[in-house]
């Protein structure tokens, strides 16, 4: 930090009536919380993301024994008009 970003930051923090040390102790504080936050979010869309491709995977297998039932009519009917 230079002399004249630390005088910044002392006249700003003056103003709000806290020393520097309190100051930054804050917003260490602060930013701990946001990137906490901010973790619990990513959590909690990887679970979301996981249970929607679960979900997908079933749709798409019973997609697929729907598709292999409906060919084989199809078949058993083609081969009962020969």
Known sequence: MTAT???AYADRVHSLG???GQFFREA???YA????QAET???AEAEALDAALKQLELSTSRTEQT???ALAEVRAALNAQR
């Open 5 to 7: 970003e630390k005088a």
């Open 18 to 20: 806290l020393s520097l």
């Open 28 to 30: 260490g504080a602060a």
């Open 33 to 36: 919380q946001r990137n906490a």
């Open 41 to 43: 979010r990513a959590i």
């Open 67 to 69: 598709l292999d039932a």
